[in-house]
């Protein structure tokens, strides 16, 4: 047997495809920031801007319930034309996946959904919240390499604290040497970035961190309530996306104004820009679309696997900077960077990669005993065990039945 195995599971397509858009999309964020995504000039309002876009894609899963609605009904029909009895049970499943039935929603549920819209309204907000307090900071002043790279180990772990708090998901032999793995990685990288810092932007970047590193607490918290919303409500994924961006907006439509009469109102280039109109709403749509796209991934990857899981999508990030970082160095000479400090960060975020696929059981160690409670390995045994049984009560009834035969001949010779 292979000291590690790869644990193949056809939902890692959406993880897959996550890091590829991921990548792809921060890439331009790091590098191309002024040129593509400063659609105003005051950084606070930018970052509002991007709140109200993201609720936007959010709203875009009502072309998926629509679509999956539709074509339940199509399927429907057609069943009822085969056979009237099967239309009247499959016709019940609506929003429910995987389910025989529709089941009410409780006040709980609605609880646990205003609470998810609130949480994801002050995550998405921390931008936001930093530039307007510290009206000296800009874009390109502060580490956000620095910040991502704490934020994701951050979120890494209170992913797994909230999954055994919440959740009361058991951890094994392995879990606890993914997060030790971790935990190493984590102490590494703090130092390897403050270097990475330097000297000028090094007070304004900690209160940078200090600000926006509530995320990397909240946004684990939310995302374990989902996992608790799917498991205990039997809620569409699709649905529940919807339900979040009608939450979201109803807060935005309460929200906004205020912001604007009261703490903008002395702000006179508000809407001022030095992009092209045309350009402006180009750029807001793809933005709109990638967003769509990655947040439907990322609630797929919650609802077939766990909240834990989206740590190995939220590396994405961590690698992406690094990539970002050694492109600048190469192609802009005045750029003061050390490059080993990016390769340090690119061999650590695998390190804490490694971690995450052995906690998620994705790649499993088959020696001391680390494979012992993995539930792949779990099901191996149960059907082992299964068809041991299965071998026993056959060559039982086979030792009866030559006991029947030996008897019958007995009997017939006496």
Known sequence: MSFITFNYNKNLKYAIIYWALEIITRSFMYLKWDQ???????????????????????????????????????????QNTENSDNNQRNSKIEIIEGKGKVVPKSRSFIYKIIFI???????????????????????DNISHKALKDIIIHLDIIARYFFSILILKAKVYKHHKLAIIIICIGF???????????????????????GTISYRG????????IVKKLFIED???????MLLRGFGEFIIIVIVTPFLYF?????????????????????????????????AYLLIKVIYYFSSQSVSFLVISEA???????????????????HIFTSLIEIIVVLISTFGTLIYDEILIINKWGFDTNVAAKIRSRARSDVYSIGYFENESSEIEEDSKTSSLSENTYE
């Open 36 to 78: 593509y995504y400063n659609i105003v000039i005051n950084d606070a309002i930018n970052e509002y801007i991007y709140v109200i876009l993201l609720n936007i894609s959010d709203l875009l899963a009502g072309f998926l319930v629509l679509y999956i609605k539709c074509s339940l009904k199509k399927k429907n029909i057609i």
């Open 117 to 139: 819209c609130a949480l994801d309204y002050l995550n998405r907000l921390a931008f936001f919240i930093f530039y307007q307090t510290n009206s000296e900071a800009n874009h």
């Open 187 to 209: 102490i590494i990288l703090i130092p390897n970035d403050i270097i990475s810092i330097g000297i000028e932007n090094m007070t304004l970047t900690y209160i940078y961190i």
């Open 217 to 224: 607490i909240l946004f684990p918290l939310q995302d374990t």
């Open 234 to 240: 039997y809620i569409m994924s699709e649905f529940f």
């Open 262 to 294: 009261f703490v903008w109102k002395n702000i006179d280039d508000i809407f001022s820009t030095n992009q092209n109109l045309g350009f402006i709403i180009l750029i807001m749509l793809v933005y709109i679309l990638q967003s769509f796209i990655k």
């Open 319 to 337: 690698i992406t900077g690094s990539i970002a970082e050694i492109i600048k160095f190469f192609i802009s000479e005045n750029y003061d960077y």
